[in-house]
């Protein structure tokens, strides 16, 4: 990641002796219940892109953590047409990770004072670099179109 042009451009910016910590969050819907198949989630990960990405995708190595679990359930709004349950979804899904990454607004602005390994203590600023999904997270994050059918808000 570190290769990248944001990560140049976004370090530019910040004040001098203060480093970026890209955040990166993943999520992938994931099956709650297998027999009675109504519910379902989303975990909410997060990992840093200061870490290396061999050592990011080990679960061995603890280079990601949970932070939230986004549930869904398919009851919702069952008087409510298809559309219309599909723009409620989404804009739970999009409330909710408002909710999540409030934490990181003040921190990714003003910086935070972080121990690195070598003892020191650096100012670094948090800030949400990727959003790593599949396709259907994909269109349910950037309103897109799946299969065909636009599932943008209302």
């Known amino acids: 990641m570190w290769t990248g042009d944001w990560w140049h451009t976004v370090q530019d910016l910040l004040p001098e002796g203060t480093t970026v910590a890209p955040v990166i969050i993943s999520t992938d819907k994931t099956q709650l219940m297998q027999f009675s198949g109504n519910k379902s989630a989303y975990p909410v990960y997060l990992t840093l892109g200061n870490i290396p990405h061999a050592l990011r995708r080990k679960p061995s190595q603890q280079a990601c953590i949970l932070i939230a679990y986004l549930l869904v359930s398919k009851t919702v709004g069952e008087e409510l047409t298809k ?3 599909s723009s409620r979804i989404q804009q739970l899904f999009h409330d909710s990770m408002h909710i999540v990454l409030e934490p ?6 003003k910086g935070m004072e972080v121990v690195f390994g070598d003892g020191r203590v650096h100012m670094v600023h948090p800030i949400l670099a990727c959003y790593v999904t599949d396709y259907p ?3 349910l994050v950037g309103e ?5 059918v636009h599932r943008g808000r209302q």
């Open 83 to 85: 559309k219309q349950k």
């Open 144 to 148: 897109e179109v799946e299969g065909g």
């Open 137 to 139: 997270e994909q269109c």
């Open 104 to 109: 990181l607004k003040q921190p990714g602005k």
